[in-house]
């Protein structure tokens, strides 16, 4: 069945960077689109960064616009999330996710319902 598994995650200072990875297994990794998402303490989770199949597309949030890069290796069967610049309220757990189901205008108008699969997540805390 389908896996994914972050990493990657871990304490940093603001204006630091860190790069997440996540590993796909059981699935044919380049029929799905890619996404991190997050979810802050006590907050809502949010989509972040998302990537279509080849790479060629990308789409991101207000909040890390600049900043973040999303990014995919077809070979490797993974996906990464270089993050520059970043600030106490990066602090999240992050998560990865996959869809095979929508078209990439689909996954931009609504994220948060397109993506069906899930990684355990990695935590994300910066210090100020």
């Known amino acids: 069945q389908v896996a994914l598994v972050e990493s990657g995650g871990g304490l940093v200072q603001a204006g630091g960077s860190l790069k997440l990875s996540c590993r796909a297994s059981?699935?044919?990794?380049?029929?799905?689109?890619m996404a991190w998402f997050r979810r802050p303490p006590g907050k809502e989770r949010e989509g972040i960064a998302s990537?279509?199949?080849?790479?060629?597309?990308?789409h991101y949030a207000d909040s890390v616009k600049g900043r973040f890069t999303i990014s995919r290796d077809n070979v490797k069967n993974t996906t990464y999330l270089q993050m520059n610049s970043l600030k106490p309220e990066d602090t999240a757990m992050y998560y990865c996710a996959a869809d095979s189901r929508h078209s990439w205008g689909s996954i931009i108008a609504d994220m948060d319902s397109a993506f069906n699969y899930w990684g355990q997540g990695t935590q994300v805390t910066v210090s100020s």
């Open positions: 990537v279509n199949w080849s790479g060629s597309m990308t």
């Open positions: 059981g699935m044919t990794f380049d029929d799905y689109s």
